[in-house]
């Protein structure tokens, strides 16, 4: 734990900015560069600089479930994703897609395309994001 009043202070609204800018890039990697890769370790940085500045037990206060629990239900989240597809009768991890609100009696209007790759998408940012956190809190409290 640091005691800089400047860095105590500042530090809730960059952790604030770096997990909202880490959904922009869980969201914006299904088409550009990003995903839920780099959304993960983004977001992982704004509680590991939590972390730096409040001590571990804040950090895990504020996270209010422990990291390797969001690892292990981010697994689950990727690997049903998987199976989706299944049952449809394709190829493992084959993407499936769903429009929401298409509207059947105009068929240029395809709706909100969205996709079983984004539930893989968003398991590997919560599997990076839980896996990141149990590290570094590990290390945080061994010091």
Known sequence: MMNSIILNAATRLVTALLLLFSVFMLLRGHNLPGGGFIGGL????GFILYAIAQGSAAA??????EPQD???IGL????ASGVFAVFFGEAFFTGQWWF???DPADPDDKGLPISSVLFFDIGVYLVVFG???TLVFALEDEV
């Open 42 to 45: 983004i977001g992982s940085t």
């Open 60 to 65: 895990r206060q504020a996270l209010k479930y």
């Open 70 to 72: 969001i690892a292990m």
């Open 76 to 79: 689950g989240i990727a690997l």
């Open 100 to 102: 929401a609100g298409a």
């Open 131 to 133: 896996a990141i956190l």
